[in-house]
């Protein structure tokens, strides 16, 4: 990654990270690198990552990473059954702000389950990851079963 001159130090940041990681100076090309330690609960799935410079102003750049998932957890599938199509929320909750939505009869990838606010008297939420949040299973057809979030 590519950082002006001037940062004395630079340090990456992510929610699945144990602790935030000091990068090191590689001199050619001009770069940062470094090894982080991933939480074991991290969710499979795309997590973002923010890079800041110490000593370097307010520089600041962004990227993704990929936790796989893990070699003996298998991803249920389910099927989006709402005609109007599904938003996935930050919170299992239908206050919460939406990260994103599905079509109806998508196939989409369930994590875990968790109860949250009841949709139709329904109280189960899935996590999904992309977009990272959670969906009301009123309206999701799992074609398995569906793990507690830990």
């Known amino acids: 990654m590519n ?7 630079v340090r990456a ?7 935030p990681v000091m990068l090191a100076k590689k001199t050619k090309p001009l770069m940062y ?5 991933v939480k074991a609960n991290a969710a499979p799935g795309s997590h973002q990552v923010v890079v800041g410079g110490i000593g370097c102003g307010k520089w600041v750049a962004k990227g993704t990473f990929t ?6 957890s298998k991803v249920v599938k389910g099927t989006v059954t709402s005609k109007a199509g599904l938003f996935v929320r930050r919170q299992p909750t239908s ?12 196939t989409i990838a369930l994590v875990c389950k968790k109860a949250g606010q009841p949709v139709a008297g329904n ?5 999904v990851n992309v977009p990272k949040g959670w969906v009301t ?6 074609q398995g079963f569906v793990p507690n979030c830990k």
């Open 95 to 106: 206050n919460s702000p939406a990260t994103g939505t599905y079509r109806y009869r998508q």
């Open 67 to 72: 936790v796989p998932a893990a070699p003996n």
């Open 33 to 37: 690198t470094g090894q982080a330690a």
């Open 137 to 142: 299973a009123r309206y999701v057809k799992a």
């Open 13 to 19: 940041k992510s929610d699945a990270f144990a602790k």
């Open 3 to 9: 950082v002006p001159k001037t940062c004395r130090a």
């Open 123 to 127: 109280r189960t939420w899935y996590r």
